[in-house]
T-cell receptor, first 110, second 115 residues
């Protein structure tokens, strides 16, 4: 079956660093995506990992370990506007079916 | 603005009714995906079309159906509506390459309320 786990909620302080974890068990693997979603709005693409290691993109970095079925999204220099839900999604072996995790709601406090 | 458009933005209807949601993908994108997002659930994949043909099916109820037209726009039809069908319905599109990111770009969503 397909299963993706993320913490439900996290809280961090403005200017700090936060790490959002994602573990997955899927019938195949062809890439992992992170999306940001503000309440009532559409998800927007943040990052993509298909090989093991760290991908850095400005204040956001994403890490993947395929052998452990594990990824994390690292957000640095947190800003109030980073308060949102962060969705982890895995693309299956067929390459086009996406499975989304439940999302982690991040609150950034002043 | 992702380039994906969805209409209508809001829809209020009664139980037992039938509605059609419409999606236009980004220019050049051949794949269209439909998702349902309820308050108590995450993003649930419903169905994917690629260049007019059904490509993958997720947790889509038999009361729901979709199609993609030659101009690549897509429609999601929801019939015999129930209170539990109230949700945000998102459409997303992507290019279709055998390799590469093929990240999805999401439309603004249609908020369906069934009374």
């Amino acid at each position: 079956g397909q299963n993706i786990d993320q913490p439900t909620e996290m809280t961090a302080t403005e200017g700090a660093i936060v790490q959002i974890n994602c573990t997955y068990q899927t019938s195949g693997f062809n890439g992992l995506f992170w999306y940001q979603q503000h309440a009532g709005e559409a998800p927007t693409f943040l990052s993509y990992n298909v090989l093991d290691g760290l991908e850095e993109k400005g204040r956001f970095s994403s890490f993947l370990s395929r052998s452990k079925g594990y990824s994390y999204l690292l957000l640095k220099e947190l800003q109030m506007k980073d308060s949102a839900s962060y969705l982890c999604a895995v693309r299956d072996r067929r390459g086009q079916n996406f499975v989304f995790g439940p999302g982690t709601r991040l609150s950034v406090l002043p | 603005d992702s380039g994906v458009t969805q209409t209508p933005k809001h829809l209020i209807t009664a139980t037992g009714q039938r509605v059609t949601l419409r999606c236009s993908p980004r220019s050049g994108d051949l794949s269209v995906y439909w998702y349902q997002q309820s308050l108590d659930q995450g993003l649930q994949f419903l169905i994917q079309y690629y260049n007019g043909e059904e490509r993958a099916k997720g947790n889509i109820l038999e009361r729901f159906s979709a199609q993609q037209f030659p101009d690549l726009h897509s429609e999601l039809n929801l019939s015999s509506l129930e209170l539990g069908d109230s949700a945000l319905y998102f459409c997303a599109s992507s290019v279709h390459r055998d390799r590469g990111m093929n990240e999805q770009f999401f439309g603004p969503g249609t908020r369906l309320t069934v009374l």
